[in-house]
Nanobody, 117 residues
Framework: QVRLVESGGGLVQPGGSLRLSCAAS????????MGWYRQAPGKQRELVAT???????NYADSVKGRFTISRDNAKNTVYLQMNSLKPEDTAVYSC???????????WGQGTQVTVSS
């Protein structure tokens, strides 16, 4: 059974930082492309950042220079370090594991991030 479990969300003031974690089980983590997506109320889900199995990363323009995605294959965990947070970063952040070659696509339940004073 595949599980992706996010943690680290919460309430933070503008300009603050949070670190999200996503622990994966039931997959060969090291070969999967991992990503973070977010969905704000009334909006469509959007890509935040991805990191492929080889370690290359990609970011949405809105978070470049503020967010950093990383992975620890020994711990089967992907991280999202979020700095200089803005109110518009408020959303439910979800972890994704994808392996297109075998049409595998898994999602976590999500963790709420609220940026407010």
């Amino acid at each position: 059974q595949v599980r992706l479990v996010e943690s680290g969300g919460g309430l933070v003031q503008p300009g603050g930082s949070l670190r999200l974690s996503c622990a994966a089980s039931g997959i060969i983590f090291s070969i999967y492309n991992m990503g973070w997506y977010r969905q704000a109320p009334g909006k469509q889900r959007e890509l935040v950042a991805t990191i492929i199995s080889g370690g290359s990363t990609n970011y949405a323009d809105s978070v470049k220079g503020r967010f950093t995605i990383s992975r620890d294959n020994a711990k089967n965990t992907v991280y999202l370090q979020m700095n200089s947070l803005k109110p518009e970063d408020t959303a439910v952040y979800s972890c994704n594991a994808r392996l297109p070659a075998i049409f595998s696509d898994y999602w976590g339940q999500g963790t709420q991030v609220t940026v407010s004073s």
